[in-house]
Antibody, heavy 121, light 108 residues
Framework: EVQLLESGGGLVQPGGSLRLSCAVSGFTFGGYAMSWVRQAPGKGLEWVSAMSGIGTTTSYADSVKGRFTFSRDNSKNTLYLEMNSLRAEDTAIYYC??????????????WGQGTMVNVSS | SYVLTQPPSVSVAPGQTARISCGGNNIGSKGVNWYQQKPGQAPVLVIYSHTDRPSGIPERFSGSNSGNTATLTISRVEAGDEADYYCQVWHSYTDHRVFGGGTKLTVL
């Protein structure tokens, strides 16, 4: 069974940093793109970042580009989202998701339960 | 950037058919995915590539896509279908995944 488990969320001051983790089981990274998606309290879904299946390509939403970094450790079956220069508007539940398909036929197939990030002084 | 537009809310009586639209420039040329999210839960993929259903999703859920509008149709609506629904596409120029603003489905 495919499972995704996020961790690392918490309270952080504006300008601070935080690293989220997403431990995966039931599959190996190769061949599957992965994404981070966030949801601010009471708001809709916002895609944050994606990494290709082979791990060589990453893309970022304009709102986080230059501040967030998506990486992974194949030996630990774990994804990471390094978040720097955090702002109040980064407050959200952060989900990791396993994709299926490619390009126009891609979809966020399996989601974790999310981890809450609260940026506040 | 590519923008997807959804109505904020749709209401339907039990047993009737709900249709949720998702507007985007020439969206008919793209693969459209739909997600269901119930309060306090993670989203669940219910339709991918316009019309396909993942394993475990009832046949009551279907999708269509043409021109500038994609539509999620839920037949024989049940109380358990009450949720927020989001459309999503892949934007080829930027490799971004784009979500619509979401539609709250209320079962009367």
């Amino acid at each position: 069974e495919v499972q995704l488990l996020e961790s690392g969320g918490g309270l952080v001051q504006p300008g601070g940093s935080l690293r989220l983790s997403c431990a995966v089981s039931g599959f190996t990274f190769g061949g599957y793109a992965m994404s981070w998606v966030r949801q601010a309290p009471g708001k809709g879904l916002e895609w944050v970042s994606a990494m290709s299946g082979i791990g060589t390509t990453t893309s970022y939403a304009d709102s986080v580009k230059g501040r967030f970094t998506f990486s992974r450790d194949n030996s630990k079956n774990t994804l990471y989202l390094e978040m720097n220069s955090l702002r109040a508007e980064d407050t959200a539940i952060y989900y990791c998701a396993k994709e299926r398909g490619y390009g126009d036929f891609s979809a966020l197939h399996i989601w974790g339960q999310g981890t809450m990030v609260n940026v506040s002084s | 950037s590519y923008v997807l537009t959804q109505p904020p809310s749709v209401s339907v009586a039990p047993g009737q058919t709900a249709r949720i639209s998702c507007g985007g420039n020439n969206i008919g040329s793209k693969g459209v995915n739909w997600y269901q999210q119930k309060p306090g839960q993670a989203p669940v993929l219910v339709i991918y590539s316009h019309t396909d259903r993942p394993s475990g999703i009832p046949e009551r859920f279907s999708g269509s896509n043409s021109g500038n509008t994609a539509t999620l149709t839920i037949s024989r609506v049940e109380a358990g279908d009450e949720a927020d629904y989001y459309c999503q596409v892949w934007h080829s120029y930027t490799d971004h995944r784009v979500f619509g603003g979401g539609t709250k489905l209320t079962v009367l």
